[in-house]
């Protein structure tokens, strides 16, 4: 599929086949992970694959259920996957020197290189027919303690790959009229 089209018709999928995930596919996966830009390169990125039916029950129990009446509705999706894949970060990479001192007024840029390494793997997974929804509205940290994640890392977010059992439709984005300005913000 051309990057453009997969970019267009990618949609957030919360309802799978129980159809299983081959190895080959989440290798393809990894790999346009792996092959996204970083700061300096650093690729702070590493990626759990977890296919544990118990690890993947434990992991959807750290997703939002109230109390604040917010539900994920990622829950499902979580627990029933074939495949997750986990985006872990190293702190102290992204956005710093060699002392590990961050250099911006921005801090630690590990949310964005594991964001631009998540897209081009929800796009890679799209292109192969497969479904994927980010997950963010999670307890991280208790995530990362079922995977034994270490100090010094942190959990960015978790994503389902399956075969899709839903075709949602595009969800409205703003006009570029909105968003693009010429010359000066706002104009
Ligand atoms: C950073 C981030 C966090 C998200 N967290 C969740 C989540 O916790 N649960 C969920 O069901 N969807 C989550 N989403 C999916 C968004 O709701 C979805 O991308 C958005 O509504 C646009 O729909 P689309 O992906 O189908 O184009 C998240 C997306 C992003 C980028």
Known sequence: MEVLESIKTRRSIRKYRSAPVDDKAVQAVLEAGRWA???ANTQCWRFIVVRDAKTKAALADTLFRG??????????????VPV????????????CNPHGETVTEKG????FDTA???????????????GTVIIGAFDAPAAAAVLGVPEGYSLVTLFPLGVPDEAPKARPRKELS?????DKFGA
């Open 84 to 95: 997750l894949i986990v985006i872990c970060a190293q702190m102290g990479k992204s956005g």
């Open 116 to 130: 631009l390494a998540v897209q081009n793997m929800v796009l890679a997974a799209h292109s192969l027919g497969l």
């Open 108 to 111: 630690d840029w590990y949310l």
């Open 37 to 39: 830009p970083s700061w």
């Open 178 to 182: 909105e968003i693009v300005f010429k």
């Open 67 to 80: 109390p604040g009446g917010f539900e994920n509705p990622g829950i499902t999706a979580v627990n029933t």
